[in-house]
C-alpha cells in the first residue's frame, strides 16, 4: 500500500510512518510533505497512491485547501488534535477522522475501515464493464462509518424540510449530503422523479391506483410511512416510463 503523509511535525510524521508499517510491512511511504504549497505542487501530477494521511491544521493554512485546488481521488485519512473539522473532512474525500495523539489501535481501525470500503467498492464494481455504465454506489456517511449504498438497494430518495434522505428495500433510511436534482443524476433510468418531493425506482413499484385530481396513487413493495402520489402533470410521462 502506497501512502503519502502531509503533516507539518517532522517527528509527528516520522512516528506515524513508524506506527503504519509496524502495522503492515508491506505499506511504503512514498512521500512526507509539510504545508499546503508542497502538497499543492506535488499533486500538481497525477500520483500513483492509495491512501493519504493528513494533518489538517498545517503552518501555512487548512490542508482541505489541497484538495479544493487539485483532483485528487485518493481517500484521506485525516489526524490531527481537532475535532470541530469533522464534517468539512468527511466531504473532503474524507474515509476517517483520527484525534492526536493517535494509537497503534486507532490507526489499525481506521486501515481496517479503509480496506473494508475499498473492498466494498471493488465488489460492487467486479463484472460491469459496459461503456456506458453509471456509479454503482453512493456513499453514505453515517454516525462515525463510511457506508458505501448500492443504488440498486435504494427503493426511493425523497427531501423534507431540506434534508435529502434514501431508503432502501431493507427499510433503512440514510440521509444524503446531495440534493435532489444531484440524486437523479446518479441515479439514472431507473429512477423517475414523480413529483417535487420525491425519486422512484421502478423496482419499488408495487401496486398503481387512480387518485383524485388526475393524479396517482403509488403502493410500494418495502415499508414506507409516507403516502405517495405521481403529480397529475407527470401521470403521462411516469406511465411512459413504466412501459420502458
Not at 29 to 45: G, K, M, P
Not at 131 to 159: C, G, H, S, T, W
Amino acid at each position: 500500500m502506497k501512502i503519502v503523509i502531509i503533516e507539518d511535525e517532522k517527528f509527528l510524521a516520522e512516528e506515524l510512518a513508524f506506527s503504519l508499517k509496524s502495522i503492515d510491512s508491506d505499506i511504503e511511504i512514498i512521500a512526507f510533505l509539510s504545508s499546503v504549497e508542497e502538497a499543492l505542487i506535488y499533486f500538481d501530477q497525477l500520483r500513483d497512491l492509495d491512501l493519504i494521511f493528513c494533518d489538517i491544521q498545517l503552518t501555512d493554512g487548512l490542508s482541505f485547501e489541497i484538495f479544493k485546488d487539485r483532483v485528487i481521488n485518493t481517500p484521506v485519512i485525516f489526524c490531527t488534535a481537532y475535532d470541530e473539522y469533522t464534517l468539512e473532512a468527511f466531504n473532503t474525500n474524507g474515509v476517517d477522522y483520527i484525534l492526536k495523539p493517535f494509537s497503534q489501535e486507532s490507526l489499525k481501525k481506521s486501515l481496517a475501515k479503509y480496506n473494508w470500503l475499498k473492498k466494498s467498492l471493488v465488489k460492487e464494481n467486479i463484472n460491469d464493464t459496459s461503456e456506458d455504465q453509471l456509479q454503482n454506489v453512493i456513499i453514505i456517511k453515517f454516525r462515525n462509518m463510511i457506508l458505501p449504498i448500492n443504488l440498486k438497494e435504494i427503493a426511493l430518495a425523497y427531501i423534507e424540510h431540506e434534508v435529502v434522505y434514501i431508503h432502501t428495500f431493507k427499510n433503512q433510511t440514510y440521509v444524503v449530503d446531495k440534493t435532489l436534482e444531484e440524486l437523479f443524476t446518479i441515479l439514472g433510468k431507473e429512477f423517475f422523479r414523480i413529483n417535487r418531493q420525491f425519486l422512484l425506482n421502478r423496482q419499488s413499484v408495487s401496486l398503481i391506483t387512480k387518485a383524485e385530481h388526475r393524479k396517482l396513487d403509488i403502493i410500494l413493495n418495502t415499508a414506507f410511512d409516507r403516502k405517495i402520489m405521481v403529480s397529475k402533470n407527470r401521470v403521462k410521462d411516469f406511465v411512459i416510463w413504466m412501459e420502458s
